[in-house]
């Protein structure tokens, strides 16, 4: 069988070898040129200090491969096969997550192109009716590009100059989000919007809408945190997700499968990256806000790791992929489980989160207790008026509907609850 080789690339510098080997695992070695001009680590996981002898990476760049009915989809437009990790990997690995560029063989970058190809609205409209899937057959649109995650998305450019996909070298700017879940745009919108009222660092988002004859279709366009402009040129910023930066693979993204808890963050971030002490609160009010908005899928893979333009010592990135589950499951007709993704003090059922479970929760953050609780109570009191605002924002654009009062009334119970339970 034949086995896949190709080169990192980050922008037109080349980083190192990658190839698959005889068991269909991914290995990785430095090159000796980026190692003498101080090139930076691609993960954390994957130091310098290994100097140029190959290892194993498999961990790290298959955390760069999409997952779920995404990856199922790709794997048939590109006739792979769904369990070839290395063979999608250098299919798609052009438009990776972050800077870097996975090219197959002797391939190269290239020139940077002036401008990708143009989507006319008839194409966006097919985009989000076939939640990326359908493109016309008769036009060279293929999606090229390889975004971690299970929900399904699809990335491209806007700017002055429209919507046009993204190609090797012209970076997509932006991220679209479909309606795979009933009600799961607004239930990530309302929670990254809430979010930010509270002050917390958030992507920037908007909620729009496809009318077709009656039906009304949503779709959301998220700004890539991984992305910046540069001397008016979009350029990538260099990113992980702490899964990748551990060195875990992808099937441990939740703690209780085996995956790292939040002291196991805490203590990397305060390890690596450029400002602990707010990584650390930022990590703590994450994990807080979860639990009161009932997003119950908040794991390893929705925190990263961003390196600023011009810096090669990261920082925490902005939160992404907020959804309230428990909105879904109440008005959705879901049924998502209800534990959480990452454990407080070791309890992820969210009716067992007492004082208790905070104290332990400040151990492994290694954070006093009492700033914590006061903590928890400020966003407890807090968002139910923040949800309130965001929400009369959300209607003043979109219209009301029955089920906002149901996320309301689950809004204040939650932080009700959780208020509470901090006495107990």
């Not at 975004?147 to 699809?154: E, N, P, S, V, Y």
């Not at 745009?185 to 920037?204: D, K, S, V």
């Not at 077709?212 to 260099?238: F, N, S």
């Not at 006061?374 to 407890?380: G, P």
């Amino acid at each position: 069988m034949k086995r896949h080789s190709g080169h990192v690339w980050w922008h037109n510098q080349k980083v190192g070898t990658l190839r698959e080997d005889d068991r269909g695992l991914l290995r990785f070695a430095y090159l000796a040129d980026w190692l003498s001009d101080n090139g930076f680590p691609v993960s954390v996981s994957l130091p310098i200090s290994q100097g140029d002898a190959e290892t194993d990476a498999h961990s790290y760049f298959t955390g760069l491969l999409p997952e779920g009915e995404t990856r199922k989809r790709i794997c048939r437009q590109w006739q792979i096969d769904i369990n070839n990790d290395a063979g999608l990997l250098f299919a798609i690995g052009a438009d990776c997550a972050g800077a870097l560029s996975i090219l197959p063989g002797q391939q190269e970058p290239g020139p940077r192109e002036a401008a990708g190809q143009p989507l006319a609205q008839a194409d966006l409209a097919r985009i989000i009716t076939s939640h990326g899937a359908l493109i016309d057959p008769g036009q060279t649109l293929e999606q090229r590009f390889s975004l971690a995650g299970a929900q399904d998305k699809f990335t491209l450019i806007c700017d002055a100059r429209g919507y046009r996909m993204p190609q090797a070298t012209d970076p997509s700017t932006h991220l679209m989000k479909f309606e795979t879940v009933r009600h799961v745009c607004f239930a990530e919108y309302m929670a990254t919007q809430i979010a930010g009222e509270l002050g917390l660092p958030i992507i920037n988002m908007a909620y729009n809408t496809l009318n077709q004859g009656r039906a009304a279709i949503p779709w959301l366009m998220l700004d890539r945190y991984d992305r910046a402009q540069h001397r008016g040129q979009t350029v990538r910023l260099h990113q992980e997700d702490l899964i990748q930066a551990l060195g875990y693979p992808t099937a441990y993204k939740y703690e209780h499968d085996g995956g790292p808890d939040l002291q196991a963050v805490a203590t990397l971030l305060r390890e690596v990256v450029e400002t602990p002490l707010e990584a650390i609160a930022n990590l703590r009010d994450w994990q807080i806000f979860n639990l009161l908005i009932g997003n119950w899928d908040g794991h390893g893979k929705n925190l990263a790791l961003l390196y600023p333009l011009g810096s090669d010592v990261p920082v925490l990135a902005p939160f992404y992929d907020l959804v309230s589950i428990e909105h879904i499951n109440k008005v959705g007709k879901a049924n998502y489980a209800r534990d959480l993704a990452f454990s407080i003090g070791g309890d992820f059922t969210p009716e067992r989160i007492t004082r208790a479970s905070w104290a332990a929760f400040a151990k492994q953050l290694s954070i006093p207790l009492k700033p914590l609780i006061d903590r928890v109570a400020d966003l407890a009191t807090r968002i139910p008026e923040s949800a309130s605002v965001c929400l009369s924002r959300y209607q003043a654009q979109q219209g009301s509907h029955p089920m906002h009062r149901t996320f309301m009334t689950m809004v204040k119970k939650r932080a009700r609850w959780v208020y509470d339970n901090l006495s107990s």
